[in-house]
């Protein structure tokens, strides 16, 4: 199954030389973007708004991933950190217990 369709015209030459080197055809090929800001929060709204606007023309693409992002990382992302970043904010967090805890008791915090 292709996962993209290529927005790049045939005269393009890194385009071309993709096809070449995969023996793809042009329905056939990934397209990675690389995202450059000042800041990782005007990175993440780029990334946000370029999956915004190409999920829109499925006549170009079929699939669209975002590597390292999307609802699975936003859930699981504390999975993918370094050991000891992960026993760092577990620590954290059960430093915190008491007060999470503390919480439960307020009807507002609990629903």
């Given at each position: 199954?292709?996962?993209?369709?290529?927005s790049?015209?045939?005269?393009?030459?890194?385009?071309?030389?993709?096809?070449?080197?995969?023996?793809?055809?042009?329905?056939?090929?990934?397209?990675?973007?690389?995202?450059?800001?000042?800041?990782?929060?005007?990175?993440?709204?780029?990334?946000?708004?370029?999956?915004?606007?190409?999920s829109?023309?499925?006549?170009?693409?079929?699939?669209?991933?975002?590597?390292?992002?999307?609802?699975?990382?936003?859930?699981?992302?504390?999975?993918?950190?370094?050991?000891?970043?992960v026993?760092?904010?577990?620590?954290?967090?059960?430093?915190?217990?008491?007060?999470l805890?503390?919480?439960?008791?307020?009807?507002?915090?609990?629903?």
């Open positions: 199954m292709p996962t993209s369709t290529s790049f015209p045939r005269s393009c030459p890194g385009a071309n030389a993709r096809r070449r080197s995969t023996n793809s055809s042009p329905e056939e090929e990934t397209i990675l973007a690389v995202i450059d800001a000042p800041t990782s929060e005007l990175a993440t709204q780029a990334t946000a708004a370029l999956i915004e606007k190409l829109g023309r499925k006549d170009l693409f079929q699939v669209i991933l975002e590597a390292g992002g999307g609802p699975f990382f936003q859930k699981n992302g504390l999975l993918f950190l370094p050991t000891q970043e026993a760092g904010v577990t620590k954290k967090l059960g430093e915190a217990k008491p007060v805890q503390s919480w439960r008791r307020i009807p507002i915090c609990a629903a």
